[in-house]
């Protein structure tokens, strides 16, 4: 019979080794699920997970991606983390991205066309506000009605998703290309352009931010007063309100932070990368960002790790679908199983799976 | 001597990293009210889990009326008429007596027919029950009779009982105590588990004492003093808590005429309580659980607040303040939950050293921790109160109930309050670490703090207050000095078998 045991203490050698073991386990069911498409699982998995980096043929293109597609999942990994720690569970980082990417872009297509260094930083901060303002609604229905903030803010992307399509089709829309949906392309307007710091990295300013925003969580989690408070109401609620926690505003706080990096990367993604308001902007990061936490233990380093991981799997994927064919979704369902299995097998942090004779309990 | 009904040989039985029983061998006889005496840990609930079917020894056997004994599981237990009352209740709130009661049998009758008969046992046995009121609102002692009245309708051999008068007044104890003896009268043996020594000495034909799993003597408990009883269940010389004279300075903490709706559906509302306490004074205040003491502890934490001018701290208003401004004014507590509540079961003692402590430690400056300053606070704790611990990167929840519990009290008395709230601070300790943490309290008091227990153990209360109050269903009683109280006095001001009297009403 098969029993399973609470630890006395979590197991700290599968806490650090079940990433990993994830890593390996999705390569394996993902390589199967390959075969069964007809590609050949090896060339596949080695497309996905290696020749972005390694490839002659691929790395020049890719490298740069590398950190064009893992900065957004760290800023708004790091900041969902927070939250986490605190058990708020805020699902909706996506709508979050989305309105600060409409604040900033916002800002820089009222000043257009307009030249001044104040412009940039202008945008940095409506992105951020952006993304904290429509944290703030799921804050505010928790706090005041004890909504559910993981229903309110996932349905919250939807409504953003509409206001994006809205506003591309309509209020930033191209005036000199009206036959075209979509804004102006901001890569084109200087004063508001997110551009490479040095060419052909990929290094821009949301990399920046986000190594920033890394290293500020890093502090507030190990020394600071509100990262103990973050840690003690996730982990014993009672505890954290003898400790003089108020329940209401670690929700408000943590919503804020991570609707704030949320925004921020939707801003930076906007004003770079990304280029212009279009309806198809928002491209997951808001959802794969979760994974990122879960992947990187809630760890504001171990996040850095997990957030270079799938944003491989970003890059990987389009080579897949350019190269093999793969469809689309199959990155998707790979990065789902990915968190699939570290959940699976975070059971056996806390318990230990005992083979016993059997006996009725 | 009577024929023995059950006979334990050699029972063994280990976990990992403990031996829980060891090698245990002692008689029940027919209709003997046996005791079961040993500290927690010392295996008494192990040994009868295995009694009822809930644990399969590792060795040893158990003989009942001369036929060989393994109950598989509890309903084998039962067949064979062994009987349990748990110490924790197993009743469902929304449903009444009878269908309660129909639950917890092998084979229920129709359920008008089982409302008679629970009458008419209830009645026999002077523990009457009315088979139609709701579980939800009944009191401990009732909810407990239930239990018991389900034992009963059985017709068992053997009846256990697992610490029965933790949820009692005294009045009701003695209620439940002619029962016990009636059913013993009748051919019933009762097994009985307690580490409360009166109650056995008062009760008991015969007492078998565990001490760390082993069996270290079976006596008959009316031949010897409670203080022997407890030194054998210890195993070493107990002192009872030195109190040295002291005079009583100004008020330091009043409540005046607080009521206060609980933040818990299900619990207590305070009403209408006043009292005050003095520098140097130790209040105790009695009261069987549920009657409020929850309530009152968070309403003197800060973490329910109340209107600014009902609770005084040294004449000044701090009702509206939260925990953390009411420690920074001198006043600290100590819930009676450690897990979870006094303490973070997943947090090293260092991080729980912190928990209340960062404000009066200025162990955070500028909300930036200075975690080498926690640790060595949370050394000093350890090395103060002898809390037995690797270290201080331990988990709370890697610590004994007795240490943890010393870590709890020693970090607040280490902040050197000017009052201390504590609930329950001895509850599920051992004898040793209560006498530590009692003369602690007394301690603090002896320099001058205000200390306020809030106890279900009249025993602990009696030994360290100097004042006494009880609270009932969140009503507080006046505050009486401690010196010449009866048993008998608490018990009515605990609200005596009130309940009593309105089961014979609701029945008749």
């Known amino acids: ?361 | 001597m009577r024929m023995p009904l059950l006979r334990l040989e050699g029972l063994t039985k280990a976990y990992p990293g403990v031996v829980a029983n060891d090698d245990v061998s002692f008689e029940i006889g027919t209709g003997q009210i046996h005791a079961l005496l040993g500290e927690n840990g010392a295996g008494k609930s192990t040994l009868v889990k295995m009694i009822y079917g809930l644990v399969k020894p590792d060795k040893g056997e158990m003989i009942l009326r001369g036929q060989p004994f393994a109950p598989g599981q509890p309903s084998d237990a039962r067949r064979n008429g062994v009987a349990m009352v748990f110490q924790h209740f197993s009743l469902f709130d929304a449903m009444d007596v009878a269908e309660n009661v129909a639950l917890g049998m092998e084979n229920p009758p129709p359920l008008r027919d089982l409302a008679r008969r629970i009458r008419d046992v209830s009645e026999d046995y002077g523990l009457p029950l009315d088979p139609s009121r709701l579980v939800g609102e009944l009191s401990a002692g009732e909810r407990q009779r239930v239990e018991i009245v389900r034992c009963l309708l059985q017709d068992p051999k053997l009846l256990i009982m697992d610490e029965p008068t933790s949820v009692l007044t005294p009045q009701e104890v003695d209620i439940l105590f002619r029962t016990l003896r009636k059913l013993s009268s009748e051919g019933t043996s009762i097994l009985y588990i307690s580490h409360k020594l009166e109650e056995i000495r008062a009760l008991c034909d015969e007492a078998t004492i565990l001490r760390g799993g082993h069996k270290i003597a079976t006596c008959d408990p009316r031949e010897k003093s409670a203080r022997e009883l407890a030194e054998l269940m210890v195993g070493q010389v107990l002192h009872p808590p030195e109190r040295p004279a002291r005079p009583m300075g100004d008020v330091v903490l009043s409540v005046e005429k607080l009521s206060l709706k609980s933040n818990n559906p299900f619990g207590t509302s305070l009403k209408d309580i006043s009292f005050t306490l003095r520098a140097g004074e130790v209040l105790g205040i009695a009261g069987v659980a549920g009657n409020g003491q929850d309530e009152l502890l968070l309403m003197l934490s800060g973490e329910l607040r109340a209107p600014s001018a009902q609770v005084k701290l040294k004449g000044l208003p701090v009702g509206h303040l939260g925990p953390n401004a009411r420690r920074k004014r001198g006043l600290v507590s100590a819930p009676e939950e450690r897990l979870g509540h006094a303490a973070a079961p997943d947090m090293s003692l260092t991080s729980n050293a912190l928990l209340s402590a960062s404000e009066r430690k200025g162990l955070a400056s500028r909300g930036f921790i200075d975690w080498s300053a926690t640790e060595s606070f949370a050394q000093q704790i350890i090395e103060r109160f002898d809390v037995r611990t690797p270290g201080t990167h331990v988990l709370a929840r890697a610590l004994s109930g007795g240490n943890l519990q010393k870590f709890v009290i020693g970090r607040e008395i280490e902040l050197d309050p000017d009052v201390i709230v504590v609930n329950q601070p001895t509850w599920g300790v051992d004898a040793a670490a209560a006498a530590t943490i009692r003369q602690a309290l007394l301690d603090l008091a002896g320099k001058g703090a205000g200390v306020l227990v809030i106890s279900q153990d009249l025993d602990e209360l009696l030994e360290v207050a100097d004042s006494f109050a009880a609270l009932n269903e969140g009503r507080l009683s006046k505050v009486r000095p401690a010196k010449g109280l009866t048993v008998e006095e608490i018990g009515l001001m605990m609200g005596g078998a009130h309940d009593m009297h309105v089961a014979h009403e609701a029945s008749a």
Not at chain 1, 203 to 222: C, L, Q
Not at chain 1, 250 to 276: D, H, K, N, R, W
Request: with cysteine.
């Open chain 1, 1 to 361: 019979m098969i029993r399973l045991e609470k630890r006395k203490e979590p197991s700290k050698f599968w806490r650090i080794a079940n990433p990993f073991l994830a890593v390996v386990l999705t390569m394996i069911a993902g390589g199967i699920m390959f075969a069964m498409l007809g590609k050949d699982p090896f060339v596949a998995i080695r497309l996905i997970f290696f020749d972005p980096i390694f490839s002659e043929t691929f790395a020049s293109y890719s490298r740069p991606q590398l950190l064009i597609k893992s900065a957004p999942l760290i800023l708004i990994a790091v900041g969902l983390a927070i939250g986490f720690k605190a058990n708020v569970w805020n699902i909706g980082a996506e709508g979050q991205y989305i309105i600060g990417a409409l604040f900033g872009a916002g800002v820089a297509l009222a000043f257009f066309p307009q030249p001044g260094w104040y412009i940039f930083p202008l945008m940095v901060l409506a992105g951020a506000f952006g993304g904290f303002l429509w944290a703030m609604i799921p804050a505010i229905l928790k706090t005041r009605f004890n909504t559910n903030e993981i229903l309110v803010s996932l349905l919250l992307v939807y409504v953003a998703e509409r206001i994006l399509a809205a506003m591309a089709l309509g209020l930033m829309r191209n005036p000199d290309q009206p036959g075209f949906p979509g804004s102006r392309d901001l890569r084109r307007y200087e004063a508001a352009h997110n551009a490479e710091l040095i060419a052909n990295t990929g290094m821009h300013w949301g990399v920046v931010a986000a190594f920033i925003a890394v290293i500020f969580a890093y502090v507030i989690m190990t020394r600071h007063m509100l990262g103990f408070h973050v840690q003690l109401a996730g982990q014993a609620p009672r505890a954290a309100r003898f400790a003089g926690v108020a329940p209401a505003r670690l929700v408000v706080v943590c919503l804020g932070i991570a609707g704030a990096l949320a925004g921020l990367a939707g801003m930076f993604e906007v004003s770079g990368p990304g280029g212009q308001v279009r309806i198809e902007f928002a491209s997951g990061y808001g959802f794969t960002a979760i994974i990122v936490a879960f992947l990187g233990r809630l760890n504001p380093l171990g996040i850095v790790l997990a957030g270079f991981l799938l944003g491989l799997t970003y890059i990987g994927g389009e080579l897949g679908q350019m190269m093999l064919q793969l469809p689309g979704a199959a990155i998707q369902v790979f990065q789902g199983m990915l968190l699939f299995f570290l959940l699976a097998l975070d059971f056996q942090t806390n318990y230990r799976i005992r083979l016993t004779q059997g006996m009725r309990a």
